[in-house]
């Protein structure tokens, strides 16, 4: 299983009613995108959100939470929360929309 699909698809209620979200499979798992920014995502059992750079030490103070590296290198302002930190729908909420609040921040890409 390279992701899992409750976990995808709890993410996709959150968020499927925001104008530019797309999603594709990236990081061996899958992504969901805003205005054509990585936003967050879900891989095996964990999620990975895209915090930005003045949330990310904060983030990791928190536990279940890591550092994201797929490739072996830390991707900083990105992080990884295990399962145990989203059990509750109010805590996936929570991680969800700091990760599109970030992310709403970037200019939105070109996509054409």
Request: with cysteine; charged share 25%; hydrophobic share 35%.
């Amino acid at each position: 299983m390279a992701y899992n699909e409750e976990i995808s698809s709890r993410i996709y209620r959150l968020l499927r009613r925001r104008k530019g979200l797309t999603g594709k499979k990236m990081f061996g798992g899958f992504a969901y995108l805003l205005h054509g920014n990585l936003c967050c995502g879900v891989r095996d059992d964990y999620i990975i959100l895209r915090v930005g750079p003045d949330a990310y030490q904060q983030f990791l103070q928190a536990p279940n939470t890591r550092e994201f590296a797929p490739t072996g290198r830390v991707m900083r302002g990105w992080v990884v929360v295990e399962q145990e930190g989203f059990k509750g729908e109010d805590d996936l909420r929570r991680l969800i929309t700091q990760a599109v609040d970030f992310t709403l921040s970037l200019p939105p890409k070109d996509t054409a």
